[in-house]
């Protein structure tokens, strides 16, 4: 797989600093269950740009 691309790394990584910036911010007992839908909106954006960047290096 070919190397990510500035501009892919830094919208990762802002994907990750602002779901740990939620996780950070939400405490109480169900925090587990409000933080789970960003996580997996998160997960599922970041497999869906390795696809694109995969099938578009060749």
């Known amino acids: 797989m070919s190397e990510l691309s500035p501009r892919l790394r830094d919208e990762i990584d802002d994907q990750v600093a602002e779901a740990f910036d939620a996780y950070l911010a939400e405490r109480g007992p169900d925090r587990a269950r409000r933080v789970w839908p960003l996580w997996l909106a998160i997960v599922l954006t970041n497999i ?3 696809v694109v960047v ?4 060749g």
């Open 48 to 50: 869906a740009w390795l």
């Open 54 to 57: 995969s099938v578009w290096s």
